[in-house]
């Protein structure tokens, strides 16, 4: 099958390349303790981190979808990891950013529009949809390696505190998005399975899926089951819960350096 993705369309975005390597020398700079502000650079490698993970879950998405059939894929720019290219900038890139600074979730993103009329097969389309999450999953699970291969004494506390919060983002993204709730990958997953009734009847409530699943986080009660989830699967790989929340507080540099961590991790050294 022709793929129809010509080398340009292919070719790797400037864009995309320049955010690796603002992850990549502020997590230097993390390491070393090079910058004057340890949370400026947890703040600048957890954002660029963030959204070079969007742009690989969306990509994700585009080459699964050209593969199924979706030959249209490479023109739209999709497959360049320019997140410029995605069908709605504020959706895919801005809200995302946001929620982490305001919250510490990380927010799924729908970015590509994939013309699915070209696609036959319902599994096909169940894994379209299940590869963004996955690749988060993949993300995460690459940055918690230095946890139980490395962890305190061989990597600086700080880094780790950095990555033990930016693998948290990838896990309650792919968490958040895998829910089979209307407008989210989950329910992209199993929509091909379901009746043409059932799909007719839950189309409109698409839009307004990812609205009601932060509603639910709204309530104390679902927030503190979400979180303690996610923690519990952090700890699974050794990031234990001090290192998770200090890596948010370094990431909200704004408030202060939190001395309190610096003599946490010191004690775990």
């Known amino acids: 099958m022709t793929t129809a993705a010509t080398t340009r369309d292919r070719r790797v975005s400037p864009i995309f390349l320049g955010l690796v390597a603002i992850m990549g020398i502020s997590g230097w ?5 090079f910058s004057a ?5 947890v703040f600048l490698f957890v954002v660029s981190g963030w959204i070079v993970s969007l742009c690989l879950h969306e990509y994700a998405h585009a080459r699964t979808a050209l593969h199924g059939g979706d030959i249209s894929i490479g023109a739209k720019g999709y497959l360049t990891l ?3 290219k995605y069908t709605h900038a504020l959706l895919s890139i801005v809200l995302p950013v946001l929620f982490v600074i305001m919250g510490g979730i990380g927010l799924p993103g729908g970015a590509v529009f994939i013309e699915r009329g ?3 097969g319902r599994w096909k389309h169940s894994v379209i949809s299940a590869a963004g999450p996955l690749t988060n999953i993949a993300f995460a699970l690459v940055l918690l390696l230095p946890f139980p291969f490395g962890g305190p004494g061989t990597v600086p506390g700080p880094f780790l505190a950095a990555l033990a919060f930016l693998a948290m983002l990838q896990v309650t993204a792919a968490i958040l998005n895998l829910l089979p709730v209307p407008g989210l990958d989950g329910y992209g997953v199993v929509e091909p399975w379901l009746s043409h009734k059932i799909r007719r009847q839950v189309e409109p409530f ?3 899926g990812l609205l009601a699943v932060f509603g639910c986080l709204w309530i104390p009660e679902v927030n503190n089951v979400f979180f ?3 923690y519990a699967i952090m700890r699974a790989f050794g990031a234990d819960n001090i290192l998770t929340d200090c890596g948010q507080a370094w990431f909200r540099f704004w408030q202060g350096d939190p001395q309190v961590c610096r003599a946490a991790l010191a ?3």
């Open 29 to 33: 700079a993390v390491w070393t303790g």
């Open 228 to 230: 303690e989830a996610i």
């Open 82 to 84: 320019n997140p410029l």
């Open 206 to 208: 698409a839009p307004f």
């Open 267 to 269: 004690l775990r050294m």
């Open 37 to 41: 502000s340890t949370g400026f650079a």
């Open 118 to 120: 070209r696609i036959n």
